[in-house]
């Protein structure tokens, strides 16, 4: 039957129809979508390790290149005109920050500790949060938190309206134009890309493998396990080196734990576009407009959930 559908029709009358599963649904169903896991999978990240050789970087490329876009060019024209052109395609190499072709980048920092100036280095990646405001407010449902806590974005729904970066306070996910189900859907209108970030190599951990950053480091900077025990071992090596912990508490708690030897207010950093902070952050899904959004989406997130099945199986047999 699906070979009779055209796809494009199909895609456009489910947008309607993910609106109508919006109104009728309930708030339990809601509220269910904005649970967390109990003790999700987490990763400590020992700063004082860290030598920058860059190793994590070129296994999170190879490991992850299946996934990265291939954009069709020309890009069709933006409505209104302003919306920006967002195209790393002729820039993969680059590896200095976040990008839809680098989801993992060695941030440089310089503090003073014992009256002497040192050089850290740090893998920056998605924070992967507890309660992501990502994950609950995609109006779409293209982002997504797994059973073991980690979040990702489903590139087949992603519609590339970067509502994710504006919510994620160290603004991480990264966008790429002209790939993505905007270009069947309404290509001068829609999204304009689709959004890319670390998922914690979901498919190497469903086979109970690790991370390949975590695989590759020769320093063993990285350490992964349920978020509990992760905790533990952070306060029991920021308690032996004297250190901080950032990443228990910010955003409400994230699931990349940092220890380093200089408290991170004092790390001197360059930050920007591609480059995250890292300063204190309250907890935004205690923002009442935040929950309520929340509340609003979850039953568009579910209805975009089932519309991606269907929309893969169309696919597959039109191939």
């Known amino acids: 039957m699906t070979s009779e559908i055209s796809r494009r029709a199909f895609l456009k009358s489910s947008l309607g129809a993910a609106g109508s599963v919006a109104a009728s649904s309930g708030l339990a169903r809601a509220a269910a979508a904005a649970e967390t896991p109990e003790d999700p999978l987490a990763t400590l990240i020992d700063v004082s390790k860290c030598i920058g050789c860059e190793e994590c970087v070129h296994a999170c490329r190879e490991s992850n290149a299946g996934k990265y876009p291939a954009p069709e060019k020309p890009f069709p024209g933006m409505i209104p005109s302003r919306v920006p052109v967002e195209d790393w395609s002729d820039r993969q190499d680059v590896s200095d920050r976040l990008t839809p072709y680098n989801w993992l980048y060695i941030q440089y920092a310089r503090a003073n500790k014992d009256g002497e100036e040192i050089e850290l280095t740090l893998p920056r990646r998605c924070m992967h949060c507890v309660n992501p405001p990502c994950v609950k407010l995609c109006p779409w449902g293209a982002a997504k938190q797994e059973e073991n806590g980690l979040s990702r974005i489903d590139s087949d729904i992603c519609l590339g309206g970067s509502k994710c970066r504006k919510v994620c306070p160290w603004h991480i996910p990264q966008r790429q134009t002209g790939v993505g189900l905007y270009l069947e859907l309404l290509p001068s209108m829609a999204g304009n890309g689709v959004m890319y970030k670390c998922d914690r190599c979901f498919q190497k951990i469903e086979k109970g493998e690790i991370p390949a950053c975590i695989e590759a480091c020769p320093e063993g900077v990285q350490t992964m396990g ?94």
Do not use: C, W
């Open 226 to 319: 349920p978020r509990s025990e992760i905790l533990r071992t952070a306060h029991d090596l920021a308690g032996k080196m004297n250190g901080y912990i950032y990443g228990e508490k910010e955003n409400g708690g994230t699931n990349t734990i940092y220890v380093s030897p200089v408290p991170f207010d004092e790390l001197i950093i360059e930050t920007g576009k591609g480059r995250p902070h890292l300063s204190p952050v309250k907890n935004l899904m205690e923002n009442g407009t935040h929950i309520a959004l929340a509340l609003l989406i979850a039953p568009v997130a579910g209805a975009a959930a089932a519309f991606s099945k269907f929309y893969r199986r169309v696919k597959e047999d039109e191939q």
